[in-house]
């Protein structure tokens, strides 16, 4: 397993072979053995792969192909409604409509996908995550017949490689890894955690392709800019609210 963690690779490329039910069977099981708020399992999984239905899903993931060509689409979300409509059927009144019970669902959620891609990428199928899933999340549920307090926060794309990407280059483990206490960082601790990054003869070739001066304009300027992140967030909140998530009284 440990192996199977360092060696990720997010696969963009998808033969045509089909992945057995069996295998299928249980790499979802492997999901359903995640980590869980309360063991309440407040998530769901939409398994796809219907041609037509993959299709429209490709039309609201800004057309990557992944999507069409992987043979499963896995959509992982964020659920109290299953939940609720147990408490109500045992003469119990749930107060989940809210924030922090989406935050909740959407934890669970993420905890599921990632025992699923371990699982799935333990037999040989390679996996990528789509961040459209919240930029298009009202689209999605349109097309999934996600009903209310049910909210996609994550997909999966699964299937067999057609590629063998190398991997991908990260940050010192002392970046992310604060021991007893948060210690914040200097700009003399931020040249350091990002010089080999910034040296890579890929990130390079992206500063020269992008025409930028450097790679955290490209994060600033190409890939995430402040009009698409309002756009998008405002978006995300507005489902959210009309999935009855934001109660505050």
Not at 16 to 41: P, V, Y
Not at 148 to 162: A, H, I, M, N
């Amino acid at each position: 397993m440990i192996q199977t963690i360092l060696n990720h690779r997010s696969i963009r490329k998808y033969s045509k072979k089909n992945i057995d039910k069996q295998i299928l069977d249980e790499i979802l099981l492997a999901g359903t053995r995640a980590s869980t708020t309360g063991n309440m399992q407040i998530y769901s999984v939409i398994v796809s792969t219907e041609k037509e239905l993959k299709n429209r899903l490709w039309e609201v993931h800004f057309k990557q192909d992944m999507v069409n060509q992987a043979p499963v689409v896995l959509t992982f979300c964020a659920d109290m409604n299953r939940f609720n409509k147990w408490c109500k059927a045992r003469n119990t009144e749930p107060a989940y409509d809210n924030f922090l019970w989406f935050y909740n669902a959407s934890i669970d959620a993420i905890l599921a996908a990632q025992n699923v891609a371990l699982a799935a990428e333990s037999h040989g199928l390679g996996i990528c995550y789509l961040g459209t899933t919240t930029y298009m999340a009202d689209k999605i549920a349109d097309i999934l017949n996600l009903p209310e307090q049910v909210v996609p926060v994550t997909t999966l794309v699964v299937g067999y490689p057609d590629e063998s990407p190398e991997l991908t280059d990260r940050l010192p483990v002392e970046a992310v890894v604060h021991y007893e206490k948060y210690q914040d960082y200097d700009k003399e601790k931020i040249e350091q955690l990002y010089k080999e990054k910034e040296n890579l003869p890929s990130t390079k070739e992206l500063i020269k392709v992008n025409g930028t001066e450097n790679l955290a304009q490209i994060f600033t300027q190409k890939r995430y800019v402040k009009k698409d992140n309002l756009h998008f967030s405002k978006s995300f909140l507005e489902f959210i609210k009309k999935q009855n998530f934001m109660n505050n009284d």
